[in-house]
């Protein structure tokens, strides 16, 4: 394939989704991400496109939000990764709330088999992955649908969270960073997951690589709020992603990264990370108890109230 072939192909992509990133990139036009690092800042001397930390975005600043259909084609493995850690961190009989998105979809799957786990969710295709869960149940907000990604928004999705306390949150966004914390390109989505970490003793971010140091416009969880982030290993050459993680780190987020080898100690986050959870430092603001899991303490409606029961049950047993 020519470079001007090569580079309207990388073009095109950048304008469907949004926001892509380099290894994915090379993945479709078939050459090594050293050439569409290069074609990248062509385009870019164009005003064509922006570069952002392992990635391509459109031009402006804040990158606007992809549709599922692009969404679930990006960073596939990175998510599948990223799911298989986070669940770890899930208990038997415990409440949670899942938001929308395709990392938490891939989360949900692998929550199925977690016997006694009760999952509130705005998301249908979380709802829809934990289905045939024998052992979960699962209960839904109300809302309007947002067809994009098929989740529930809107005043009816917030008001149902009200009341709600659950151990932890698992969130997605279109961008994360150190200044701003959580975001995303929608103001309806950004609302609803406000609602849900206010009803989470911790907040848990599924993030790939790409979404590091990238900004949209809805901040939906501030940096101090966040407990613990899940992340994949970014790429050798991606330095700002790793001075990212950095700065999350130093102010108080335990870092969790998929797919590197195993290191628990508190030692500064490389540029590229090992396998790790940074501990706190200390209590987070907005978080109960210093980010300490709590039991559900109250259940959206009559639906999720055996849900809450078996795991303040659960609680008392591990006491």
């Known amino acids: ?129 934990l289905a045939h869960a024998n052992r979960v149940e699962v209960v839904m907000t109300g809302g309007t649908l947002r067809g994009s990604n098929y989740a529930l928004v809107g005043s009816g999705a917030e008001q149902s969270l009200q009341g709600l306390r659950v151990s932890r949150a698992f969130l997605s966004g279109s961008g994360l960073t150190a200044e701003r914390g959580l975001s995303t390109s929608n103001m309806l989505s950004a609302s609803v997951d406000r609602a849900l970490v206010q009803a989470a003793a911790e907040v848990v971010v599924l993030a790939d ?48 990264v998929a797919g590197a080898t195993g290191n628990a100690g508190g030692d500064p986050v490389p540029a590229r990370p090992q396998r790790r959870d940074v501990p706190v430092p200390g209590p987070r603001r907005g978080v109960p108890g210093g980010g300490q899991a709590l039991r559900a303490a109250s259940v959206l409606g009559e639906a999720a109230g055996a849900g809450a029961e078996r795991a303040r049950v659960a609680d008392m047993r591990r006491r």
């Open 1 to 129: 394939m020519f470079a001007a072939e090569r580079r309207q192909l990388i073009l095109e992509m950048v304008r469907a989704n949004g926001a892509v990133s380099l290894r994915e990139l090379a993945r479709v036009v078939q050459t090594s991400e050293v050439t569409v690092r290069r074609d990248v800042r062509a385009l870019e001397a164009e005003g064509l496109l922006d570069r952002r930390h392992g990635g391509a975005v459109l031009p402006g600043g804040f990158t606007r939000e992809s549709g599922f259909p692009q969404k679930s084609h990006l960073a596939t493995a990175e998510k599948t990764a990223i799911a298989d850690l986070a669940a770890n961190f899930v208990e038997e009989g415990e409440a949670i709330v899942v938001g929308a998105g395709t990392t938490t979809q891939e989360l949900a799957r692998r929550l199925a088999r977690v016997p006694g786990l009760t999952v509130v969710t705005n998301s249908l295709l979380v709802a829809q992955a």
């Open 209 to 256: 690589h790409t979404k590091l140091g990238t900004d949209t416009m809805f901040q939906t969880v501030p940096t101090d709020v966040i407990t613990r982030l899940v992340t994949d290993e970014p790429p050798g050459h991606d330095d700002r992603a790793g001075t990212e993680l950095q700065a999350l780190a130093d102010q108080g987020v335990q870092i969790a």
